[in-house]
């Protein structure tokens, strides 16, 4: 069942962030016209080594999550592994620990698992990222601070 929940993600993320040539109805059933690996690995942006999936039924969540430029997120944590894309803009990422990562249109993040963190539009601009969540039915993908 992992497997396949990984397996699944991967499908997904390559569908949603490759480009499809749609010139004409034969197009639609073409294959993908090319595809480029952002990142592979088993660690977060912070280094730590991702945990284990959850158990239970798998439950794949996308968001598209717009920053307002100059407004900061909450701070909250994630208790399911979750990578993303930045489509747009800028944002800095910041564990309550001082780490720091700062991302730019077209970066990708693991994002920490179990970190309380927050994010930064210090730019001028929205930001927008995509990001997909690899959790259980019935858990939340983010918790905020209490």
Known sequence: MIRETVRNFAILSVLVLSQFSCATEEANHASISSVKELIKTSK????????????GQPE???????????????THSH???????????????????GKMLHLKAGDPIIEVVNTLHYGINEGTVPAEIIV???????????????
Do not use: C, H
């Open 60 to 74: 794949i969540t996308i968001r598209r999550i717009t920053i307002p430029a100059g407004a900061r997120l909450e």
């Open 79 to 97: 208790p399911v592994i979750n990578a993303g894309v930045l489509m747009s803009g800028q944002l800095t990422v910041k564990t309550t620990d």
């Open 132 to 146: 997909f969540y690899a959790g259980v039915v019935g858990q939340s993908v983010t918790v905020a601070k209490q």
């Open 44 to 55: 977060s942006w912070d280094g730590k080594l991702l945990i284990p999936y959850p158990q």
